[in-house]
């Protein structure tokens, strides 16, 4: 039996996967790190040191992350990311590739073009934005406003009591450590990785929920560069595929693992 690596997006943790573990084989061998800015503690980190300098910091977590994995001894790695998870996924595929036997890549943006400098600046100034809300507002004011956005409409289907386990794990982060990601790891920071698809040799699942219209567009997208890839769009859901269909990603990791 393969080991299932699993990160988690922004303002996720750990127990944001739970509810794909209990639909898995018993005994599945599993390990799920915490990003950067994540950990449930206040942080005393900032990006006045040169390891959190934004130009390299991307690079810097996807280092970090290689070590731990490779520190674990896992065989017959299968590496699962969830948007900004997954997008560290990329970085872990295509530069520490022989770690990894294969991947699932749910709700991925392989990155802005590195020529598209406007775009980036613009995505830049916009996460200062919400990390400066973070920090003079707190959690309070931040987590209501990103909720919102059109991106996680799809969720208000949800169980009330779904929302409200979500809306709790979310409240132990502090705000500097969310501040810290996103000034750390934003997509404007992030290297751009669509020139290395093609070099990705592992089998690759891009999974994408079907109301998510951006990011099913950039996993066809990626899907014509990967040499093996395949596309799941996830009929009735948005972004979190991981929250909204649990199930539906419980059966396509069990299906990869298929022979």
């Known amino acids: 039996m393969s080991a299932l690596v699993f990160l988690h997006g922004f303002v996720g943790h750990a127990d944001s996967w739970q509810p794909v573990l209990q639909l898995l084989s018993p005994g599945q061998r599993t390990l799920l790190p915490l990003l950067l800015g994540h950990q449930r503690a206040p942080q005393p980190l900032t990006l006045d040191s040169a390891q959190l300098d934004p130009a390299t910091s991307f690079q810097h977590e996807v280092a970090r992350l290689a070590e731990l994995i490779a520190a674990a001894q896992l065989t017959d790695v299968h590496l699962v990311g969830y948007s900004l998870g997954a997008r560290l996924a990329l970085g872990l595929l295509t530069q520490h590739p022989t770690l990894f036997a294969r991947a699932t890549l749910i709700g991925v943006n392989p990155g802005l073009s590195h020529d598209d400098i406007a775009g980036r600046a613009e995505r830049i100034a916009t ?7 973070l920090l003079t507002q707190g959690l309070a004011a931040f987590l209501p406003k990103w909720q919102a956005q059109p991106l996680f409409a799809s969720q208000a289907q949800l169980p009330m009591l779904v929302l409200q386990q979500q809306q709790s794990a979310r409240q ?39 109301l998510d219209d951006k990011f099913v567009r950039l996993a066809e997208k990626a899907l014509t560069l990967l040499p093996s890839a395949t596309l799941h769009v996830v009929p009735g859901v948005g972004h979190n595929v991981v929250l909204e269909a649990p199930a539906a990603v419980a059966a396509l990791l069990a299906t990869t693992e298929q022979p």
Request: net charge neutral.
């Open 127 to 133: 996460d200062e934005a919400w990390a400066q809300l």
């Open 172 to 210: 132990q982060h502090s705000p500097q450590g969310l501040a810290l990601a996103l000034r750390a790891l934003g997509l404007g920071h992030m290297p751009d990785f669509w020139p290395l698809l093609p070099q990705v040799r592992q089998r690759v699942q891009l999974v994408v929920g079907a």
